[in-house]
C-alpha cells in the first residue's frame, strides 16, 4: 500500500510538471485528465470517496472535453493535421 | 434659429463626436495646416515667388507631421516603457508588503486560542447525525448548517454559465456566422453518427446517468450529493450528445428546459434557505422532523436541496459543453 501510494504521488508529480513543460497541447490536455484520474484514486486513498466521484467527473470528464472543445474552436488541432497531409 | 457657424467641424463637440466616432482626424488639419484642393492650389500660386514660399512651408509642415506622428514610435515607446516597468514594480512591492502585514496579523499556529480549536468542528462530528439526520456529515455539513453558503455556490455555477452564454452565444438574427454555420464548422474533423460511439453509448448514458441520480438521492446517507452527482449526469448528457448529436438532445433539453430548470432549482433553495434571515439568523435548523438517520427519507429539508443542486449543476454542465460547441443550446 505505501509503494502505492508513493508510486501515485511520483505519478501524479510528473504529470504535473509535464503539463506545463509539453509544447503541443493537445497533450498537455491529456495528461491534465491523466494527472485527474490520478488525483482522483488519492482521493479514495486518503478516504475522501465524495472528493473521487467529483473528481473523477469533472476533472477528468467535464474540462477535458471542454478544453478540446476549445483547441477545435481556436484551430489549434488544424496544423497537426496540415503536417500530416503534407508528410503524406 | 441660430446660424451653422464658418468653422463648424472645428468646435470641440464636433471633435468630440468625430472621437467618439472613430472618425480619423487628419494630422495635417490638427496642426491648422489647410488642405486645398488641387485647383484652388494653382489658381493662389500662379505667382512663381509665392510657389516657392508655399514649397518651403510645405517642407516644414511635413517635417513637423512626420515627427509627430514618429513621436509613439520612438520617444513615447520609450516613456511608457519606463513607466510601465516603474508601476509593476511599485505595484508588486505593495501587493508583497501587504500580504506579510497580513500574515504578521495572524494568530501564531499551535495556540490554545487559535480559531481552529473552537467548539464548532466538535459539535459537528459528536452531534451533527442527530442535529440534522444526516449519516453522511459533510452532507449536514454544506447542506443544513451551512446551507447559506452552499446557496451562494450554488449561484456562482448560475451566474458561470450565463457568462458563458453572454460571450459564446450565437445570435440567429445577428450578422456573422449563424447558429447553422456554426454547427457545420463543427462537424469538420468529426465523423458523423459514429457507429462505435454510438453502440458504447447507448449501454453506457443510461448506466452514467442512474448512477448520478442515486448519488444525489444518496447524498445525505453516503458520499456524494448534489454537486457529484450533477456533475455525473452532466458528463452523461456530453456523452450522449456527441453520439447522437445535437437533433437528438434538443427534444428534450432546449435552452428553455435549461432557465426553468435553474431558476425553479435555485428559487426553491433561496424560499427555504432565507427564512433564517426573517426570523433573525438564529433558526438555522429546520422545522421538519430530522427522521430515522440513514433513511432515504429523512434528514428534513438535505434531500429536496441535493436534488435542487444537482439539477443546477447538470443544467450547467451539459449547457457550458452545448454553447462550446455551437454557441447556443
Excluded at chain 1, 501515485?8 to 491529456?30: E, G, P, W
Excluded at chain 1, 485528465?33 to 479514495?44: K, P, R
Excluded at chain 2, 442512474?210 to 444525489?216: E, W
Amino acid at each position: 500500500m505505501e509503494f502505492l501510494k508513493l508510486l501515485l504521488f511520483v505519478v501524479l508529480i510528473t504529470c504535473a510538471i509535464y503539463v506545463c513543460v509539453a509544447k503541443n497541447l493537445l497533450t498537455s490536455i491529456v495528461v491534465f485528465m491523466a494527472y485527474s484520474v490520478v488525483m482522483s484514486i488519492i482521493w479514495v486513498i486518503i478516504e475522501s470517496p465524495d472528493l473521487a466521484i467529483t473528481e473523477a467527473a469533472v476533472g477528468a470528464g467535464v474540462t477535458s472535453v471542454l478544453f478540446f472543445v476549445t483547441l477545435k474552436k481556436i484551430h489549434a488541432m488544424d496544423d497537426r493535421k496540415e503536417e500530416k497531409n503534407e508528410q503524406d | 434659429m441660430s446660424r451653422i457657424r464658418e468653422d463648424y467641424e472645428r468646435t470641440p463637440w464636433r471633435r468630440l463626436v468625430h472621437f467618439i466616432n472613430g472618425d480619423e482626424e487628419s494630422v495635417a488639419e490638427r496642426a491648422g495646416y489647410e488642405v486645398e484642393t488641387e485647383e484652388e492650389s494653382v489658381r493662389i500660386h500662379d505667382d512663381f515667388f509665392h510657389e516657392v514660399e508655399w514649397n518651403k512651408r510645405k517642407e516644414e509642415a511635413d517635417t513637423l507631421i512626420s515627427q509627430y506622428e514618429e513621436w509613439p514610435e520612438t520617444k513615447g515607446l520609450k516613456y511608457f516603457q519606463k513607466i510601465y516597468r516603474l508601476m509593476s514594480a511599485l505595484i508588486c512591492v505593495t501587493i508583497i508588503v501587504l500580504l506579510l502585514m497580513t500574515v504578521a496579523e495572524l494568530p501564531t499556529l499551535g495556540e490554545a486560542a487559535h480559531p481552529i480549536n473552537n467548539e464548532v468542528s466538535g459539535r459537528y462530528i459528536e452531534k451533527g447525525m442527530e442535529e440534522t439526520g444526516a449519516v453522511n456529515i459533510v452532507a449536514g455539513m454544506i447542506l443544513d448548517y451551512r446551507a447559506f453558503d452552499t446557496l451562494g455556490e450554488s449561484h456562482v455555477l448560475f451566474i458561470a454559465s450565463c457568462c458563458v452564454l453572454i460571450l459564446l452565444r450565437i445570435d440567429s438574427k445577428g450578422k456573422g456566422s449563424t447558429k447553422e454555420e456554426a454547427e457545420e464548422n463543427d462537424r469538420i474533423y468529426e465523423p458523423k453518427n459514429d457507429a462505435i460511439l454510438q453502440y458504447v453509448a447507448r449501454y453506457l448514458v443510461p448506466i452514467i446517468i442512474l448512477f448520478g441520480i442515486y448519488v444525489v438521492f444518496n447524498g445525505h446517507i453516503s458520499p456524494g450529493g448534489g454537486f457529484s452527482g450533477g456533475a455525473i449526469i452532466g458528463a452523461g448528457l456530453i456523452l450522449y450528445l456527441n453520439a447522437y448529436g445535437f437533433k437528438k438532445t434538443e427534444r428534450f433539453f432546449t435552452a428553455k428546459t435549461f432557465s426553468t430548470i435553474s431558476v425553479i432549482a435555485l428559487g426553491f433553495y433561496a424560499l427555504s434557505k432565507t427564512y433564517s434571515f426573517f426570523t433573525g439568523a438564529n433558526h438555522l435548523h429546520s422545522i421538519i422532523s430530522p427522521g430515522t438517520p440513514g433513511n432515504l427519507l429523512s434528514a428534513g429539508l438535505i434531500l429536496p436541496l441535493n436534488i435542487c443542486v444537482g439539477m443546477v449543476v447538470a443544467c450547467t454542465m451539459y449547457s457550458f459543453y452545448a454553447l462550446f460547441r455551437k454557441g447556443g443550446m
